[in-house]
């Protein structure tokens, strides 16, 4: 819509130089044939200008920027994605050989940034055996980081450095932050306010996170608001108060008690982030796991060019980078249900390294498993899993 504003006051310069000359040379009955025409050409820039609009990718993702103070809506965020991912569990009949490599999975080291060290699977040692589960990162691992993002930004990387590392081939553009913006607050009462206020009232990342890390979030949600406009997220006003459907937002806030977040709002005025003229999908999760995920791999649809896979050794600093859980084998193979485990195999996976579909070879047949049904069977958040021995 930004873009539609720049077109129409350059196309009114141009209107009022060329109407000076055109005065002069034209009889009293030209003026309404110009204007008329005038009319038809701005009305052919604005039915382009809407459709290209309209083509733009509409994922049916749920952005959230609570990273620290809420937890819990990350978990919303990935059921919702989860959701629309196929159905969970469906079983294979008889057991095809499988062949998978006999190394040992690599015992959980912290730092498994590259997708190849992520293990394919194995042959199962004995019925005693005990396996250990290990999942890395949380929720769905498209865009960026915001683990990865807090620990580059205490590594003092800058965040424009940081968001061209998550979002590929972005351009960062600026706007007016004195725009109006629709805001459907938490009573319920559509409000129009200007960007800028509307930002000093989020309510994302606390006071004492990195300046940089505020930065990137600023960004990022405020190229957020004019992406939900372009892709009609909401009818009759931009952006709600909710951080599971778009940003966590709060009209009451005491915007005096959170200086670095004004700071930074200020720091970054008008700045976002866009892909071919347009405000681009500024997908984000609470951990990738040490690798992000190219968007189709994780919701299907069309590639989208901003949002590819990178490997990311930062976020593995956090202590909540990676989950345990350990099972025996006759545990495991009692919740699977094909007899006796003889083989698991996790080598189906996205680039990113999330599982697709791990598969359970037993005694008496096979098993296929989403990687969203194996997360679950864990409580793991994301189905970037390995496992070793004990
Ligand atoms: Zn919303
Ligand atoms: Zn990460």
């Known amino acids: ?71 819990a809506a990350g978990d919303t965020e990935q059921a919702v994605q989860a959701a629309a991912q196929p159905a969970a569990l469906s079983s294979a009949s008889s057991s095809a050989v499988l062949t998978i490599p006999t190394t040992t999975p690599v015992q959980g080291s912290t730092a498994v940034d590259s997708v190849a060290s992520l293990s394919p699977g194995s042959a199962v040692p004995g019925p005693n055996a005990v396996f250990v589960f290990k999942c890395y990162g949380r929720a769905h691992g498209v865009g960026m980081c915001m683990d990865g993002v807090h620990y580059r930004a205490e590594a003092g990387q800058d965040y424009h450095q940081i968001l061209n590392y998550y979002y590929t081939g972005i351009t960062l553009s600026k706007i007016d932050d004195s725009m109006p913006v629709k805001v459907k607050g938490h009573d319920g009462a559509v409000r129009t306010m200007s ?52 940003q966590a937002f709060d009209e009451n806030k005491s915007v005096a008690n959170y200086p670095n977040n004004n700071a930074a709002v200020e720091a970054t005025a008008g700045e976002i982030m866009t892909s071919e003229g347009q405000p681009i999908i500024a997908a984000y999760c609470g951990s990738c796991g040490g690798h992000t995920d190219n968007n189709e791999d994780v919701w299907g649809g069309s590639p989208i060019s901003y949002l590819r896979g990178k490997p990311d050794s930062y976020c593995a600093q956090s202590p909540r980078f990676v989950a345990t ?34 598969k359970f070879v037993g005694s008496s047949g096979t098993k296929n498993m989403t990687g969203k049904a194996l997360a679950e069977m864990f409580g793991f958040r994301t189905p970037r899993i390995e496992y070793s021995f004990r």
């Open 1 to 71: 819509m930004f873009q539609l504003q720049q077109l129409k006051i350059s196309f009114e310069n141009l209107a009022s130089d060329a109407w000076a000359k055109i005065r002069k040379l034209l009889p009293i009955w030209g003026f309404p044939a110009i204007l008329i025409s005038l009319g038809l050409i701005f009305l052919v820039i604005q039915v382009a200008v809407t459709a290209g609009g309209a083509s733009k990718p509409a994922k049916a993702y749920k952005p959230e920027w609570n990273r620290t103070a809420n937890e």
């Open 195 to 246: 960007m800028h206020d509307y930002l000093m009232k989020l309510q994302e990342e606390p006071n004492d996170s990195p300046m940089e890390e505020l930065k990137c979030l600023y960004v990022a949600a405020r190229t957020y608001v004019l992406s939900c406009r372009v892709r009609n997220k909401h009818q009759g006003y931009d952006v709600c108060s909710s951080g599971d459907c778009c």
């Open 325 to 358: 859980k350990e099972i025996s084998t006759g545990d495991l193979s009692g919740r699977v249900g094909v007899g006796e485990l003889k083989l698991v195999d996790l080598s189906d996976r996205t680039p990113g390294g999330r599982v697709r579909t791990a």
